[in-house]
């Protein structure tokens, strides 16, 4: 949604660096290009004068003509304030002291409100409330019908007396207030703690919009109204909230279809101009495109410094504890890294969403957007598809793998047989990383020589992208004197052999280390007189 004015803004900075002082025309130029980046980017044009004001006046201060790094600290102040029009903290739904807690969605039709509403009552199960929803749209054709839809999908009940309207030319019946009393009562009797009222909406702004939205929220007492805004209608986003602030009193903001490509600026405008928190962000169509709104966070995306908390988080919602602890474990055991390791990954991450989502959370991602675009997604599903085509031997001992067996994984995968050649070259260069790092060797430089990522000629596995070339896949010579090492053997009672030696080999290995000094010595290995020692050192070697 907002590539363009992150590029703008990051070319922008690129001029301050390495700059020991920044003078007055330094900064007026800064100034001057971050405006015309918000503009660019459809931010109201009240918030840019009052943003770059404030960036401004910061800028010309002490604070950065006597910092170590002036350039650095533009950037500070830069990133503060875009915080600041974001809304400036997170804000989450605030829960009534009785149950249930009311939430109304307000918003034009098309903003994406009912879609909204199976993602919110899918986002609240999760955490242990009980919503249902209520289907207050009669006027849109099939709007309640959707609305049972997503709320299956959620996994909540939805209370829907009328049917609504099928078509444009129906005229609607029923009466949307008594539909949201009736729900709110049906609430309360069944001991739902959340109730979720989805509105009509209109094509624009008028009278007859804003009196059945405000007086659902006066007959119902909504405890929140979310104003859902779709992200990509431009300049009209800030009239059009404050439309619905003066109409129904709103207490927060979700923006909708952020995964979009348009310039979506003004909607970075309807918090400074209404102050009133964006809260929540769709990114998709799916039940778990949805997350809350962080100014900070998104600050950051904007200004490609990437948004690793997000990214955490994500990972620990739905990563498997007990997958990761047993991957741990294998790592402390020093452990080979197996095909069927490898398949585990792949799943843990496609449970975490889209990967170009994810990668484009990572600090530096804007430079590489050309290759997260080129990202094929579906080559995830075909990397799985080719390991549960191999037997449980082939996944152990992949070196066993030869032309035949190749031949019949590809068939069986419905993939051609370089496909298999790639996804096993690439594999055995992530083996021997992952080795390394088990041994304590740090992380190693990602074979492909293309920084890896996947599917871009990061070297992982099976991934398309510039793979095997002159990067990671040629063979270094080795060195004299330095031997071969063994790989494991294709014969299961070889293998299991190679295994148990190769844990001998370390028991003693440890148990040597406990034996000798810090050092490695042994009691008696050193003789003070040989040594070129300070006089009286002595005393301390004994």
Not at 325 to 349: I, P, R, V
Request: a neutral charge; one cysteine or more; proline letters at 4%.
């Amino acid at each position: 949604m907002f590539n363009s004015l992150s590029d703008r803004l990051t070319a922008t900075f690129k001029n301050l660096k390495g700059k020991g002082r920044l003078s007055e025309a330094d900064i007026d130029g800064t100034a001057r290009e971050i405006r015309r980046a918000l503009l660019d980017a459809d931010v109201a044009v009240p918030v840019v004068r009052e943003f770059i004001a404030k960036v401004k006046a910061r800028a010309l201060g002490a604070e950065v003509s006597e910092a170590l790094n002036p350039g650095q600290q533009v950037v500070k102040i830069v990133n503060e304030e875009l915080v600041g029009i974001l809304g400036g903290e997170t804000r989450e739904l605030r829960f009534a002291k009785q149950p249930p807690t009311i939430i109304m969605l307000a918003g034009l039709q098309g903003a994406g409100k009912t879609t909204l509403a199976g993602k919110l009552a899918h986002r609240l199960k999760n955490q242990g409330h009980t919503p249902m929803l209520v289907a207050c749209d009669l006027q849109r054709p099939n709007a309640v019908n959707q609305l049972q839809v997503g709320g299956k999908k959620a996994g909540a009940p939805v209370f829907a007396p009328h049917p609504g309207v099928s078509s444009e030319a129906e005229t609607p019946t029923g009466d949307p207030v008594q539909v949201a009393r009736d729900g709110v009562a049906e609430a309360q009797a069944k001991l739902h703690d959340v109730v979720i009222i989805d509105t009509a909406g209109r094509l624009g702004v008028d009278q007859e919009l804003m009196d059945q939205a405000a007086n659902i929220k006066s007959a119902v007492g909504a405890h929140e109204v979310l104003f859902v805004i779709d992200a990509m209608i431009g300049q009209d986003a800030v009239a059009t909230a404050q439309a619905f602030d003066e109409g129904v009193d709103f207490t927060g903001v979700v923006l909708s279809k952020l995964d979009g490509d348009a310039r979506g600026g003004a909607a970075l405008s309807v918090a400074s101009v209404t102050g009133k928190p964006v809260m929540y962000a769709s990114t998709g169509e799916g039940l778990n495109d949805f997350e809350v709104f962080h100014p900070d966070r998104m600050a950051r995306r904007i200004l490609d410094m990437g948004d690793v908390l997000s990214l955490i988080e994500q990972a620990e919602a739905s990563w498997d504890k007990a997958e990761a602890a047993k991957m741990a474990q294998k790592f402390a055991d020093q452990e080979d890294f197996t095909l069927d390791d490898f398949l585990n990954q792949m799943q843990q991450l496609k449970k975490m969403g889209s990967m170009k989502k994810l990668l484009g959370m990572m600090p530096g991602a804007q430079g590489m957007r050309e290759q997260l675009e080129q990202f094929d997604e579906s080559s995830i599903g075909r990397i799985e598809a080719m390991i549960q085509s191999m037997t449980p031997h082939e996944r152990l001992a992949p070196k066993i793998i030869n032309g035949s067996r190749r031949a019949r994984i590809a068939r069986g995968s419905g993939v051609h047989v370089s496909e298999i050649n790639q996804l096993l070259e690439r594999f055995g260069q992530a083996q021997k990383m992952m080795k390394k790092m088990a041994s304590g060797g740090g992380m190693p430089q990602m074979p492909g020589g293309g920084g890896g990522m996947p599917g871009m000629g990061g070297g992982m596995p099976g991934m398309p992208g510039a793979g095997a070339g002159d990067g990671g896949a040629s063979k270094r010579k080795k060195g004299k004197g330095q031997q071969k090492k063994k790989g494991k053997s294709g014969n299961p009672a070889k293998a299991a052999q190679q295994a148990r030696e190769a844990e001998q080999r370390r028991s003693q290995s440890a148990q040597k280390r406990m034996d000798g000094s810090s050092f490695g010595a042994q009691d008696g290995d050193v003789d003070p007189s040989q040594l070129d020692l300070p006089k009286g050192f002595e005393k301390y070697l004994k």
